[in-house]
């Protein structure tokens, strides 16, 4: 895929962070679609040059740095993204400045993932304030920490839903990527998982249980959201 493609992408998804819900929904579908082609496409090409004997595509690990009264629920947004997007190992630790999410796989996966954990995470906290601003006086006579696990709660639950629209979108476009497309990116994801084998593990701490009704409503949002993927009648 051309640095072309590769900007239209960015551009899509910068554009349907700040427009209408409708409008947003074509732009991310479009994107998505791009994402998932080009990490077909470069995994059929590592394996050729591996079948040539080239060097392979690099297996990185990417840091990325959450902060704020959410960052462990978006720092899981990105965990569940990077694994439904199918190549992508995703490791926790934490630093005194927030919450660390290790991505790690080939360059042009971690690349992709990386740019739609960031889309979604304005779009989640979008969908959580307008869920909260219609909400809010349900939690009047609740103290302040159940409040926060309320919203926490919607954030966690967006997450979840968005990473399962994200995976039965890749499945239908894998299957109709044609044969071999399966077992390429099965191999990739091993070597992944190899590489992962043998570095030191990076585990986040136990969670706080959150609020089951705003879990329930943002992960109702996040099947919704705008992840780029076409939707899928269960």
């Known amino acids: ?126 969908a959580m304030r307008a869920w909260w601003k219609r909400e809010r006086d349900r939690y009047l006579r609740h103290p302040e920490s159940a409040k926060r696990r309320a919203r926490s709660g919607f954030i966690r639950g967006f997450g979840i839903g968005a990473a399962e629209r994200i995976t039965e979108s890749r499945a239908v476009i894998i299957d109709d990527s044609g044969t071999g497309t399966a077992l390429v990116l099965a191999s990739r994801k091993d070597q992944v998982d190899a590489f992962v084998d043998a570095i030191p593990s990076k585990r986040a701490r136990t969670r706080q249980g959150v609020n089951a009704s705003a879990y329930v409503q943002g992960r109702h949002s996040g099947r919704q959201a705008n992840t780029g993927g076409r939707s899928v009648t269960v």
């Open 1 to 126: 895929m051309s640095e072309a493609k590769i900007d239209l992408i960015s551009k899509l998804l910068a554009k349907a962070e700040s427009t209408t819900p409708e409008e947003a929904e074509a732009l991310t579908e479009h994107a998505e679609r791009l994402m998932v082609k080009y990490g077909i496409e470069q995994a059929r090409l590592d394996a050729q040059r591996a079948k040539n004997g080239q060097a392979r595509e690099e297996i990185i690990q990417e840091r990325m740095l959450f902060t704020g009264s959410y960052a462990r629920d978006i720092r899981e947004l990105g965990a569940g993204i990077g694994i439904a997007l199918g190549t992508i190992r995703p490791m926790y630790s934490e630093a005194a400045t927030g919450m660390i999410l290790y991505l790690i796989g080939f360059a042009s996966d971690v690349e992709q993932a990386k740019r739609l954990t960031a889309s979604l995470e304005v779009q989640a906290m979008v």
